[in-house]
């Protein structure tokens, strides 16, 4: 996702809902978001659907290292004796 042009990429609702087939096409050539004002305001921010799926993906990932972060802090590890032994546990109780 490319970072937004003041100039180009914040528009008011109105001119957003009467052109919003032109602003659609601009979203998936420019790959800028889109941020879209009420009142003088920002109100929303639209995004194409790989953006959003690219900030899904990256969430998804800060999330599962902070949570990895937190098992080391917290002293919840394996070595990799324990791990295969239980695995194979696992395994041998038929829990995937």
């Known amino acids: 996702m490319r970072t937004i042009s003041i100039s180009n ?3 008011p609702i109105a001119e957003f809902k009467t052109n919003i087939s032109k602003w659609f096409k601009i979203l998936q050539t420019s790959r800028h978001p889109l941020i879209i004002t009420q009142n003088s ?3 929303g921010v639209l995004l194409s659907a790989s ?3 690219e900030l899904v993906y990256r969430k998804s990932f800060l999330d599962s290292v902070e949570r990895g972060i937190s098992d080391v ?3 919840r590890t394996q070595t990799t004796g324990e791990l295969r032994k239980t695995l194979q546990a696992r395994r041998s ?3 995937p």
Do not use: L, Q
């Open 73 to 75: 802090e917290n002293g």
């Open 41 to 43: 305001k920002p109100a």
């Open 9 to 11: 990429d914040i528009i």
């Open 51 to 53: 953006d959003y799926d």
């Open 93 to 95: 109780a038929g829990n």
